[in-house]
């Protein structure tokens, strides 16, 4: 089992940044795949960045594409995503989200593809 807890959402203007944080515990030698997805309502959840853990082959929607960046800390057994220049499309919910298979065995982007999902926080992005 992995237990997942984002934190750092929160209301910004555009143009902004915020950096949200992933913190995993349980069996985490198992988390060979993770990724950030958001849903906004009414919306289907989709998949923002993704990175495979051993290696930090790194992968990413084009609507965040050159804006965030997925990154990892072994150490501290926590994900990254740095969001600059937000706009107020980027507003959602988002989640964290691993699984045991290596990212290139799954189609990333694909929420269903995942295993352990955090509770989410909550990114506002005002124009």
């Known amino acids: 089992q992995v237990q997942l807890v984002e934190s750092g959402g929160g209301s910004v203007q555009a143009g902004g940044s915020l950096r949200l944080s992933c913190a995993a515990s349980?069996?985490?030698?198992?988390?060979?795949?993770m990724g950030w997805f958001r849903q906004a309502p009414g919306m289907e959840r989709e998949g923002v960045a993704g990175?495979?853990?051993?290696?930090?082959?790194?992968y990413y929607a084009n609507s965040v594409k050159g804006r965030f960046t997925i990154s990892q800390d072994n150490a501290k057994n926590t994900l990254y995503l740095q969001m600059n220049s937000l706009k107020p499309e980027d507003t959602a919910m988002y989640y964290c989200a691993s699984d045991p298979s290596p990212c290139r065995l799954l189609r990333w982007y694909l929420s269903y593809e995942y295993k352990y999902w955090g509770q989410g926080t909550q990114v506002t992005v005002s124009s």
């Open positions: 990175i495979y853990t051993d290696g930090g082959t790194t």
């Open positions: 349980g069996d985490t030698a198992s988390s060979y795949c």
